[in-house]
């Protein structure tokens, strides 16, 4: 099973890092990890440079996207998309959505386009390969200010 991560980067946070994921990354991966002390000064900064998800609409948005999709069930606190050769599950908390998905990669795909859809800046990570990354991806800075 695969198992993604995603949280709203606060937008300056993510024009700041654009380019530097690796250390948001291992930001993410250290409070997962850690069981120590620390852990709450890890929370806290997690907590300064995200933002609250905006359920209803967020959920109403991609409820409305996959509805027509064969195989799309929604459930109380997630979504559940079942292709032919994969399924997913999209779960939902105020800080952060959970996509857990087995089998080919048809329906995570499916329902990472319509998140990247919504908004920018939802950064997406699976801690179990270490791989990590903006479901939107940003535009690097122009220069002098712009």
């Not at 997913?88 to 499916?110: C, H, I, K, P």
Request: hydrophobic residues 40%; positive net charge.
């Amino acid at each position: 099973m695969r198992e993604y991560l995603i949280y709203k980067i606060k937008e300056d946070v993510a024009e700041e890092y654009f380019g530097k994921e690796i250390k948001l990354f291992q930001l993410f991966l250290e409070e997962y990890k850690t069981f120590t002390q620390q852990k709450e000064v890890l929370m806290k900064q997690i907590l300064y440079i995200t933002s609250p998800l905006q359920l209803n609409p967020l959920q109403s948005f991609i409820k409305q996207m996959l509805l027509s999709s064969k195989g799309f069930q929604a459930e109380v606190h997630s979504f559940l998309l079942e292709c032919e050769k994969s399924s997913a599950r999209l779960s939902f908390s105020e800080r952060y959505m959970l996509l857990q998905s087995v089998g080919s990669f048809e329906a995570e795909t499916a329902i990472f386009e319509n998140i990247r859809k919504f908004e920018r800046c939802f950064f997406a990570m699976d801690f179990k390969y270490y791989r990590y990354g903006w479901l939107n991806p940003l535009k690097a800075r122009s220069g002098y200010g712009s």
